[in-house]
T-cell receptor
Framework: DAKTTQPPSMDCAEGRAANLPCNHS???????VYWYRQIHSQGPQYIIH???NNETNEMASLIITEDRKSSTLILPHATLRDTAVYYC?????????????FGQGTELSVKP | DGGITQSPKYLFRKEGQNVTLSCEQN?????MYWYRQDPGQGLRLIYY???????QKGDIAEGYSVSREKKESFPLTVTSAQKNPTAFYLC?????????????FGPGTRLTVT
């Protein structure tokens, strides 16, 4: 699976959009981009995933560049409860075991 | 409510003792996983199971053992052979095994061995 690079930390004002970048320049055609988040001392929570097209659900939007080498997770109106570590993960359709490789993630602090 | 339960939330053991961590899911998921997380680090895969009565080692299986006798249960035993057992242990499941299905995580068990 391709490696991902994320900034270690970011701040965001409450009520504003949080834009979390992820670089995955070695991604291959059969690899999806997944985002999870982990609130302190809890289990990770699935947010969203995509292959090529932009995706949106009730939690967030995922924007994937046309060359698929990077993506951005957007939380449209961040709240204090969105303070967490956000993990960008690339996973292949051939990953039969389903192993997810969690890096260090981005620690997002939403401030009042 | 459907989900994954792990018990207990906190567990304390003396060095040299085996300890079993519980993981139960009522999501009817085929695949289940055990991860370990150390402070400030990402998650690392210990074992995974794609179907009942079958499981495979992950990246850091040494010193751990698992069983999958029932679809809904995937207990993890931390043996005395595990050199650094103190960690946060997370169980997860997915509807089917594979890299393109989201995983649902339990709340975790924080194990401290002294």
């Amino acid at each position: 699976d391709a490696k991902t690079t994320q900034p270690p930390s970011m701040d965001c004002a409450e009520g504003r959009a949080a834009n979390l970048p992820c670089n995955h320049s070695t991604i291959s055609g059969n690899e999806y981009v997944y985002w999870y988040r982990q609130i302190h001392s809890q289990g990770p929570q699935y947010i969203i995933h995509g292959l090529k097209n932009n995706e949106t659900n009730e939690m967030a939007s995922l924007i994937i560049t046309e060359d698929r080498k990077s993506s951005t997770l957007i939380l449209p109106h961040a709240t204090l409860r969105d303070t967490a570590v956000y993990y960008c993960i690339v996973s292949s359709v051939y990953n039969q075991g389903g192993k997810l490789i969690f890096g260090q993630g981005t620690e997002l602090s939403v401030k009042p | 409510d459907g989900g994954i339960t792990q018990s207990p939330k906190y567990l304390f053991r003396k060095e040299g003792q085996n300890v079993t961590l519980s993981c139960e899911q009522n999501l009817n998921h085929d695949a289940m996983y055990w991860y370990r997380q150390d402070p400030g680090q990402g998650l690392r895969l210990i074992y995974y199971s794609q179907i009942v009565n079958d499981f495979q080692k992950g990246d850091i299986a040494e010193g751990y053992s698992v069983s999958r006798e029932k679809k809904e249960s995937f207990p993890l035993t931390v043996t005395s052979a595990q050199k650094n057992p103190t960690a946060f242990y997370l169980c997860a499941s997915s509807i089917v095994p594979g890299g393109t299905y989201e995983q649902y995580f339990g709340p975790g068990t924080r194990l401290t061995v002294t």
